[in-house]
T-cell receptor
């Protein structure tokens, strides 16, 4: 199947700093990517839809100024957590769909720990 | 997107068949049914997808009745490594920008 890769797999940052997570579609172009966050033993929660060449669409309750999303190319979307706080510590997962659009593939996920 | 309902958890034993049923009463005409498997600290992994009737691949089967208001994922002869959370999602994946919303999933525990 199609491959979606995230980097870094895990990151620790200090409170108040910003951290960037990358999501790449390795063998296909993705005009749309999605960002999720997941707390332990909970389901995935959709944060935003990342559209190549345009602004991201955020879900209700997600602060767009805190979670900056950039989708500058057809194979890369980035999520930047700005002014991170301990409560932002979570598992962040991205996904992308193939050109046929019928299947969505997920990245490996990125653990963020804010200390 | 159609809302889905799955059992919260299921226990099974090695070598048994596991069947997980998902209800999606509001499924739309263009919606596909897709199942994902997720291990702790990993992203969801695609298992199988179908539109109607039965679909089978090397790891699972998916049964979809004619009214498409439910679907059943069948895992034959499970092993300990099949312990995971299984998510049923429905949606028109082909629609530009269509998003997937996850339900609670089913936590499957395979015992020796």
């Amino acid at each position: 199947g199609a491959v979606v890769s995230q980097h870094p797999s895990w990151v620790i940052c200090k409170s108040g700093t910003s951290v960037k997570i990358e999501c790449r579609s390795l063998d296909f172009q993705a005009t749309t990517m999605f960002w999720y966050r997941q707390f332990p033993k909970q389901s995935l929660m959709l944060m935003a839809t990342s559209n190549e060449g345009s602004k991201a669409t955020y879900e209700q309750g997600v602060e767009k100024d805190k979670f900056l999303i950039n989708h500058a190319s057809l194979t890369l979307s980035t999520l930047t957590v700005t002014s991170a706080h301990p409560e932002d510590s979570s598992f962040y997962i991205c996904s992308a769909s193939t050109s046929s659009g019928n299947t969505i593939y997920f990245g490996e996920g990125s653990w963020l720990t804010v200390v | 997107l159609a809302k889905t309902t799955q059992p919260i958890s299921m226990d099974s034993y090695e070598g048994q068949e596991v069947n997980i049923t998902c209800s999606h009463n509001n499924i739309a005409t263009n919606d596909y049914i897709t199942w994902y498997q997720q291990f702790p600290s990993q992203g969801p992994r695609f298992i199988i997808q179908g539109y109607k009737t039965k679909v089978t691949n090397e790891v699972a089967s998916l049964f979809i009745p004619a009214d498409r208001k439910s679907s059943t994922l069948s895992l034959p002869r499970v092993s300990l490594s099949d312990t995971a959370v299984y998510y049923c999602l429905v949606g028109d994946m082909g629609a530009a920008g269509n998003k997937l919303t996850f339900g609670g999933g089913t936590r499957v525990l395979v015992k020796p």
